[in-house]
């Protein structure tokens, strides 16, 4: 039978774990510097929330592994090994569709050829096409364009296409020009003072 609970019976549930008290004088075991050594970046206060990969302000190894090459900004994202934020579908994986199909990207993730419509779809050119289909999806290869209409289908894009800014075309340098040529004296004969 469990004793009555009184205010003389009270104790906790689960028994405490001791701790371990620092800085308590030299007979302690964990007196003068507490455990922690001699001056340095761990002895002081706050010095163990260092965030994730900190290397003491070394360089840390995600910063001192190659890059990829290409531009990082904001259009190119998410980096990657093709910079390329479109899931490719090949024109060879489009045969299981029946004649005559409406192809989009729904049906592409029914087919099982995608995994969810989150990203633009793009048809590139790999393989042959001998079905007349109706391709609609966000971005097309002119390979995969030709293949398409010629086995008798059409393609509309969902997205217009980006327009790329050309790249600045160095001025050319004005042509000298050329000097007028210096049209020949005509050399009067000296006339004979002498009479």
């Known amino acids: 039978m469990a004793e009555p609970l009184n205010l003389s019976s009270l104790k906790p549930a689960q028994d405490r774990k001791t701790r371990k008290r620092i800085g308590r004088g030299l007979?302690?075991?964990k007196g003068r510097y507490s455990g922690r050594g001699i001056k340095g970046q761990k002895?002081?206060?706050?010095?163990?929330?260092?965030?994730a990969g900190f290397e003491g302000g070394q360089m840390p190894i995600y910063m001192r592994m190659g890059k990829l090459r290409g531009s990082t900004s904001k259009d190119a994202m998410p980096i990657g090994p093709f910079?390329?934020?479109?899931?490719?579908?090949?024109?060879?994986?489009?045969?299981r569709f029946a004649d005559g199909a409406?192809?989009?990207?729904?049906?592409?993730?029914?087919?099982?050829?995608?995994?969810?419509t989150k990203t633009d779809v793009k048809l590139l050119g790999n393989g042959e096409l001998k079905?007349?289909?109706?391709?609609?999806?966000h971005a097309i290869?002119?390979?995969?364009?030709?293949?398409?209409?010629?086995?008798?289908?059409?393609?509309?894009?969902?997205?217009?296409?980006?327009?790329?800014?050309?790249?600045?075309?160095?001025?050319?340098?004005?042509?000298a020009k050329a000097?007028?040529?210096?049209?020949?004296?005509?050399?009067?004969?000296?006339?004979?003072?002498?009479?």
């Open 43 to 51: 002895s002081r206060s706050g010095s163990h929330k260092m965030r």
């Open 141 to 175: 290869s002119a390979s995969a364009r030709e293949k398409v209409e010629a086995a008798g289908g059409t393609v509309s894009l969902l997205r217009e296409p980006k327009v790329k800014k050309p790249k600045h075309a160095k001025p050319k340098p004005p042509a």
């Open 102 to 116: 409406e192809v989009t990207p729904e049906s592409l993730v029914e087919q099982g050829l995608l995994k969810n």
């Open 83 to 95: 910079r390329t934020s479109t899931a490719p579908v090949n024109v060879g994986s489009l045969d």
């Open 179 to 195: 000097a007028p040529a210096e049209e020949p004296r005509s050399e009067e004969a000296p006339e004979a003072a002498e009479e």
């Open 131 to 137: 079905k007349k289909l109706t391709v609609r999806v």
């Open 27 to 29: 007979g302690s075991g």
